[in-house]
């Protein structure tokens, strides 16, 4: 299919109202992806080397899109509206002398695996037929184009949801927008389209009339899944995508060898790679270029966004963004880990700890109720509860640098920018000021001050204050004895 025998034009030049959104609908994204870039993809798939994307409708921010796919070459349609207008700029825009094939898909069309178009190209050239079309049934029709049958079952033409009569509007065969085309029997057929109907628009459909009219064949060929083949025109329809997606994508991934415990719970963008024996528990999400390797554990209730995790690794109930997480490393419960966290094999990030922008060496340990943020750790390294890494003096940010096998005692304070050195060690509630040399210990040391009655003269009556006189007169009895 890549000897120039087949074109590819990809409508997608329609601002989609029923979204009710800034965004064009061909860029509104499922499963890691815009709509209109699962149609490329699947375009890049078959081979197609002529591929051009009909653009009107917030076209810069489209074209832009369009960087990912350096095949796909933009067209933009003119002040003519209407479907069979995209068209015939998309092929004015092919090479003069193109005379195969012209596949033609909707932008907003994004689940139709390749090899139904594969079927539909075989089909259309095993029976000589100069144009063929994707057809699916659906209980209820509502909103597509019917495709419409003579007696001997030849598609004979397609009718608007909005121009078919009421025994058309109960025909259950809709039109997905899908179709293959001989490039010449499409440039003569367009010619004479216009646009008399109840929108005034060119319609591509009325292509398979005058093709009927002139007496050439047009095959049809049904969707193997009707759902696959539906366009999404609103929310809810893209809702619904997302799920037959995720569902599939899930399925391929079980059959590599992934386990998904809960598939309902499970959501896995197509953008992202997962090894064999990897295990995946409820409520997780894997999203965006994520990686996993084998024989990780992730979940239950965790996010993952171009993460890296390394083999064996373990994250539980934690939200993951931009992260390297080495093998073996331990992550969670309820941690954070912000863009540019780095920690390396055997690390562990534990309870309620927050990362960014910041290393953790090979088998260091924040195990709870920590923030290490532009940070630089070392190998081996503890830090104890409430360790805090304070890297922000209200205008500029600062590093701290902590050697190897440092420990810190609870509620450290690190004031950035500050190093400590290797096999150095703070006290508990030390506020680290400045550097630390190897090996020393750095406490903050202030006497303990108790000032004896302060509760019962400066909260008398309260309960506090009674149970300290009461203590008070027991402990003096006592004494007194």
């Not at 144009?131 to 019917?146: F, N, S, V, W």
């Not at 309620?352 to 709870?368: C, D, L, Q, R, W």
């Amino acid at each position: 299919m890549s000897e120039h025998n087949l074109a590819i034009v990809i409508l997608a030049a329609g601002q989609g109202t029923r979204m009710k959104s800034a965004t064009p609908k061909v860029l509104h994204r499922l499963g890691g992806r815009t709509l209109l870039g699962h149609v490329l993809r699947t375009a890049e798939s078959l081979g197609g080397d002529l591929v051009r994307v009909v653009v009107r409708y917030e076209r810069d921010r489209i074209v832009e899109s369009l960087a990912d796919y350096p095949g796909a070459v933009p067209v933009d349609q003119d002040d003519v509206p209407g479907t069979g207008r995209a068209v015939q700029v998309g092929i004015e825009a092919l090479p003069d002398d193109f005379d195969g094939d012209v596949l033609v898909l909707s932008g907003d069309v994004p689940l139709i695996e390749a090899d139904t178009f594969r079927a539909m190209l075989e089909e259309h050239r095993t029976r000589g037929a100069h144009a063929t079309l994707l057809g699916a049934h659906l209980a209820d029709p509502t909103g597509y184009g019917r495709v419409i049958r003579d007696d001997a079952g030849m598609v004979e033409r397609i009718v608007e949801q909005k121009d078919a009569t009421a025994e058309e509007a109960a025909t259950t065969e809709i039109n997905p927008g899908v179709y293959v085309f001989r490039a010449a029997s499409l440039r003569d057929a367009l010619a004479q389209v216009g646009t008399d109907n109840a929108q005034g628009e060119m319609y591509l459909t009325d292509v398979i009339g005058i093709l009927r009219r002139a007496g050439h064949a047009i095959a049809g060929v049904t969707a193997p899944d009707a759902r696959a083949a539906l366009g999404v025109n609103d929310r809810v329809q893209l809702s619904e995508a997302a799920r037959i997606l995720n569902s599939r994508i899930v399925r391929r991934w079980q059959r590599e060898g992934v386990t998904v415990q809960d598939p309902a719970t499970t959501w896995i963008d197509d953008t992202a790679t997962l090894a064999p024996d990897v295990t995946i528990l409820p409520n997780t999400h894997i999203l965006g270029a994520t990686t996993i390797a084998e024989n990780a554990t992730i979940g239950p209730d965790t996010s993952l966004v171009d993460t890296e995790v390394g083999a064996g690794a373990t994250i539980r109930r934690s939200d993951v963004n931009l992260a390297v997480i080495g093998a073996g490393v331990n992550v969670g419960p309820w941690a954070y880990l912000r863009a540019g966290a780095e920690l390396a094999d055997g690390a562990k990030a534990g309870t309620f700890v927050e990362i960014k922008n910041s290393t953790v060496g090979a088998g260091s340990k924040v195990p709870h109720l920590s923030y290490v943020g532009d940070a630089e750790i070392g190998e081996g390294v503890n830090l104890g509860a409430g360790a805090i890494t304070a890297n922000y003096d209200d205008v500029n940010k600062h590093r701290t640098v902590i050697g190897d096998h440092v420990h810190t005692g609870s509620h450290t304070v690190m004031i950035a920018p500050v190093t400590l050195g290797a096999g150095a060690k703070t006290g508990a509630g030390a506020v680290v000021r400045k550097d630390v040399p190897p090996g020393a210990l750095a406490m903050s040391v202030a006497p303990q001050r108790n000032l004896q009655g302060w509760v019962e003269n400066n909260r008398s009556g309260t309960a506090a204050a009674e149970a300290a006189i009461q203590a008070r007169t027991a402990q003096e009895a006592t004494d007194g004895e």
